[in-house]
């Protein structure tokens, strides 16, 4: 690995001087002449029928120049609600005016007449009979009804009469299980590998426990913002703050029936994303609307408050889980029932419950997991969508049984975890992932092996694995006659990927790192590619710039081979310019020479074209100790410690692969021990950071990072994903460390003081 | 924002006739109003500051210890100050819990107060130091009690056209100190606010004062736990008596930060912990 000169180094980012500076363009920093602004009207009642809307005051006031409901969408796509809201700050109608203040004060002007619904905002409350309907009156089976209604139409299904007994029979059962009849479910899945009732029976430790984990926010810290305008010939433009300028246009097109290449959409520099920058309804098509109606650009931007009633945060679920284990620390099975908050609409991440399953060899698994509406808004991803919910469930409850059966947590992980060539439950085997390795090296680096612990202190460990995703993307780089290079793209930069994408570049043509500059194009101009979220942009556009250097490469040496009489065998690139190796004295030409020289040749320029889609991805493993002090008077807790680890495959750029980890584990911290979106009787009750606390650098020591390399097969230069496994272990590594500290197993986050002296009440403290 | 009319006086009298006007809102260091403003949660029709006006800012320390704070001095130089780190430590560590370093550098004290949020942070060290509130309007001048100057959440005795001018500090305390219960570290509002001051003689506790925040419609002085204090030797029994006490003076309310139940609890650990910190600080 030491032989690369650009990567694997930790060089400056390519868009650091801007974001220093202040120069980099945000969303609100766009302003075209003529601009209005938008805002959206929204409902102020979580549940209610729409009785009228009635907007004749706020068209009569100075300064409006469009209003917009759902009469408004042509295509018929729902936009705004028309007959019933189902959450507070659902969108109604939107304004533009020309100025924010008169936009606000139209908004206000428009009367919506409400018939108050009773609002359901709990899963558990959701999926019964008693609960108001949502969407409507079908309902879904639990696991036990699922069981036997499968028995029941296999043996309906068989010729055999002297099956009616045993049917009577399961049809009575049936009805010991009333209670599994789920009202207002969104979506539902279904994992079953082995016999978990076999599995358990032959355990000698099972643990049952309920874990519940809040709703919480992606707190970017840009809030939405898109500006559109609409010209005469129907063309649109959209400056959009988006984590896949190519899925806003294509979410565009789709929503309002517009030919896709009509819309140009600019994605203006992100201010964080976290998977919660994808939606194209919440302000993108609104402004479009707009825009359309007034014949002028629209802004339309989210306040923070707008962004906690109308983001699409992460869901909160609720989980029970169970897991048996034998007495010498083999687990045998492990089954999970979730619940996960899908809010108004279907979408929240129920699939990833299965990571309840973590990288251990269990044999026997059953996962149900249901999505349930409530009056919230809907969810979209949040930094390894649904697994630190899942694993916080997983890794909480392996602790547990560690301690009922004597082991220590990080040796009874070590010895259950799959090794490669193990089978997958998947299909296929088990590949080369530095599960052991990262562990390992997380427990030697915060010195896991002799710790000590004072009163009310304790050690906390927990493991994460996640997968980055793939896509298509596309790459262009020209070497110009100064010898620099530029490389042309449309992926959106997610901390630091027009970094790695830079160097690899710089790698490959050997052009030094600074002299390499990155552009990236509208969807007008640029090459499709895939959204910035999942983990992929290195991983893919790291590959399609791969490709894209190499494809210079060859017309440099073809161009060189034609320029010095030789054959093409003879050359080397390095160093910036094509040497003959054989040649003695010296021979060589510049990459400037090069470009200069081809400009005048039948091959032309120096253009290098990246073109990829899809190749198998490597799992990631993030492994996580904590060390905490808790004051069992006033049940705050303070992190004395935080190692995280991190199996990267290789690090592009390790400065950059920190950041990642600190960031993702202080998010996964944040989640543990302060973040929660409160709801009361109707709706979110605390929309603003004042009450949804985020971390501040005085709440925790700098995470320890510890990078791990084992490098992936399909990865540019082994590298995998890393933006999202940092998250995935944290909020469980805290909940065992406050566990070990003080004695008490938090089940419901987030772990604030007021839980924990109850707990600890419970446990007999200070009576 | 809502438009509104404003107006820079260089003169109290100026400030006080045109804040008697209704809708009038007086600007100090804006860290509450102009957010109120931007959320159109505060519409006030005429906004009066009170930059302009001299010698309302400053903190002067007499030869008897005495400390007088203007209403408009900043909150960081009332944190920094020496003497009142001194002398009334409880008060510069409230100070030191407000916001951040950049809002403290524009909030003052005498916004802090005059906002008459149960939660303010100098507000539990104001009471401990049984600080003298001055107050001037076009009719002349007043000075009333901390402890009287609240009458509900965000209420004051303050009528039309009064302005606060000063908090005098009379009685300094050889040991004082300020917990705020809160989720984060730093820029959190206080879940409940404790302040505890004592001066000693020969061992005996000679008096005691207990300020509490965010536990009651009003900041209150817990009187029972002081009196329960004043004149005896300490003892964890008789500090834990104290808690007890003070704890029994509130009346807290349940709210999306915490229950009613754990802030009256944190009110009796806190108290005896900041009476122990005090006696430790003698």
């Known amino acids: 690995m030491s032989d690369y000169s650009v990567v694997g180094k930790k060089l400056p980012r390519v868009d650091a001087v801007e974001k220093v500076t202040g120069a980099a363009q945000y969303g609100a920093d766009v302003h075209p002449a003529g601009m209005l602004y938008g805002k959206i009207v929204r409902s102020k009642h979580a549940h209610a029928k ?359 947590p990080v040796k009874f992980r070590l010895m259950n975890m799959r090794e490669e ?129 190499e494809d210079a490469r060859r017309r440099i040496l073809e161009l060189a081979a034609e320029r010095l009489n030789t054959n093409e065998d003879n050359l080397e690139l390095k160093d910036g310019a094509v040497h003959i190796v054989t040649a003695d004295p010296p021979k060589s030409i510049s990459l400037g020479e090069l470009a200069a020289y081809s400009l005048s040749t039948t091959g032309g320029p120096i253009v290098g074209k990246g073109s990829f889609a899809r190749q198998p991805s490597t799992p990631a493993l993030a492994a996580q100790i904590a060390k905490v002090e808790v004051d069992p008077d006033t049940g705050r807790t303070r992190v004395l410690k935080l190692v995280a680890s991190q199996d990267v495959g290789f690090a592009i750029n390790p400065m950059a692969v920190e950041g990642q980890i600190e960031g993702g584990t202080v998010q996964g911290y944040a989640w543990a021990m302060m973040e929660e979106m409160q709801y009361g009787d109707n709706g979110n009750i605390n929309p603003g950071f004042v009450d949804y606390r985020v971390p501040t650098s005085a709440d925790l020591p700098t995470v320890e990072s510890v990078i791990v390399e084992v490098p992936a097969p399909n990865g540019p230069y082994g590298a995998k994903g890393v933006g999202e496994p940092p998250i995935t272990p944290t909020l469980a590594t805290m909940a065992n460390a406050v566990k070990d500290a003080v004695g008490i197993r938090v089940t419901e986050l987030p772990i604030k003081p007021e839980k924990v002296v109850e707990a600890l009440k419970n446990n007999g403290h200070g009576a | 924002m809502k438009s509104f009319e404003f107006f820079e006086p260089t003169t109290l009298a100026e400030a006080s006739s045109l804040f008697a006007q209704k809708h009038a809102q007086l600007l100090a260091g804006g860290t509450d109003l102009v957010i109120g403003m931007k959320a159109y949660t505060e519409t006030p029709e005429t906004v009066i500051s009170l930059q302009k006006i001299p010698g309302l800012d400053g903190i002067t320390t007499d030869n008897d210890k005495s400390i007088s704070i203007g209403a408009m001095t900043k909150v960081r130089q009332v944190e920094l100050s020496e003497d009142i780190q001194q002398y009334h430590t409880a008060l510069a560590e409230g100070a030191s819990e407000i916001g951040s370093i950049q809002i403290r550098n524009l909030a003052t004290i005498g916004g802090n107060i005059a906002h008459a949020s149960p939660a303010a942070d100098t507000v539990a060290g104001l009471l401990v130091a049984d600080a003298q509130v001055d107050i001037a309007s076009a009719d002349g001048e007043r000075s009333v009690p901390i402890n009287e100057l609240f009458t509900g959440p965000g209420q004051t005795v303050l009528k039309p056209g009064e302005i606060i001018t000063q908090f005098r500090l009379l009685h ?111």
């Open chain 1, 421 to 549: 060539g193990d089978a997958v439950p998947a299909g296929g085997s088990e590949p080369k992932v530095g599960y052991k390795e990262t562990l390992e090296a997380v427990a030697d680096a915060a010195g896991w092996w002799d710790r000590e612990a004072d009163d009310n202190q304790g050690w906390g460990v927990a493991i994460g694995d996640w997968t980055n995703g793939c896509g298509p993307g596309g790459v262009y780089v020209s070497v110009h006659e100064d010898g620099s290079a530029r490389i042309f793209h449309g992926s959106m930069d997610i901390t630091g990927t027009d970094t790695a994408i830079t160097q690899i570049i710089a790698e490959i043509l050997t052009v030094p790192y600074e002299n390499v500059t990155i552009r990236r194009g509208d969807t007008d101009s640029a090459p499709y590619s895939t959204g910035s979220g999942g983990s992929v942009v290195t991983f893919t556009m790291g590959n399609t710039a791969k490709l894209a250097a």
């Open chain 2, 172 to 282: 300094p305390a050889s040991g004082s100190h300020y917990i705020k219960h809160k989720i984060r570290e730093v820029m959190d509002l206080a879940f409940i606010g404790v302040a505890s001051a004592v001066n000693m003689q020969n061992g005996v506790i000679k008096e005691a004062r207990i300020g509490l925040a965010a536990v009651a419609p009003t900041p209150i002085r817990a009187t029972e736990a002081e009196n329960l204090l004043s004149g005896k030797t300490p003892t964890p029994e008789l500090l834990a008596q104290a808690g007890e006490a003070a704890a029994a003076a509130t009346s807290p309310i349940s709210d999306l930060r915490c229950s009613a139940e754990h802030r009256k609890e944190m009110v009796d650990v806190l108290t005896r912990r900041t009476l122990q910190n005090a006696l430790d600080r003698v």
């Open chain 1, 50 to 408: 729409i009785l009228s809307i009635d907007t004749s005051e706020a068209e009569k006031l100075p300064g409006v120049r469009a209003i917009i409901t759902q009469d408004d969408v042509p295509s018929g796509r729902r936009v705004f609600a028309t007959d019933k809201v189902l959450y507070l700050g659902e969108p109604l109608a939107a304004v533009a005016a020309t100025d924010a203040d008169v936009a606000e004060e139209a908004a206000e002007l428009i009367k919506i007449e409400y018939e108050v619904l009773p609002v359901v905002q709990d899963v558990m409350e959701s999926i019964k009979s008693s609960a108001p309907r949502l969407h409507g009156d079908e309902t879904k089976d639990g696991p036990n009804r699922r069981d036997i209604n499968a028995k029941i139409k296999e043996l309906s299904s068989d010729q055999e009469d002297d099956n009616s007994d045993t049917i009577r029979k399961l049809k009575a059962e049936l009805e010991q299980y009333s209670d599994e009849v789920y009202y207002n479910i969104s979506a539902e899945t279904h994992n079953e590998a082995g016999d978990v009732e076999k599995g358990f029976a032959e355990s000698d430790v099972v643990v049952e426990d309920t874990y519940v984990i809040p709703r919480v926010h992606q707190t970017y810290m840009e809030p939405h913002v898109s500006v559109a305008s609409a010209d005469s010939s129907g063309k649109i433009t959209v400056w959009a703050s988006t984590q896949g300028p190519f899925a806003i246009r294509s979410g565009i097109a789709g929503t309002l029936g517009i030919p896709l290449t009509q819309i140009n959409v600019i994605g203006t520099t992100m201010g964080g994303g976290f998977g919660g920058r994808f939606g194209v309804i919440i302000t993108h098509v609104p402004a479009v609307l707009l825009s359309q109606k007034s014949g002028r650009p629209v802004r339309v931007q989210m306040t923070r408050e707008e962004e906690f009633l109308d983001g699409r945060p992460a869901p909160g679920c609720v989980i029970k889980i169970k897991t048996g284990a034998t007495k010498d620390g083999h687990i045998l099975a492990r089954q999970a029932l979730a619940f996960w908050d899908s809010g108004s609409v279907s979408g929240a991440s129920i699939g990833s419950t299965i990571r309840v399953r973590g990288v251990y060899k269990i044999p026997n698994i059953k996962i149900d997991a249901y999505g349930v509406h409530t009056n919230k808004s809907g969810t979209a991803a949040y930094r390894a969508p649904g697994a630190p919910q899942a694993i916080f469930a997983g890794e909480s409850q392996l602790d547990d049984i560690a301690e009922q059966i004597g082991m220590d």
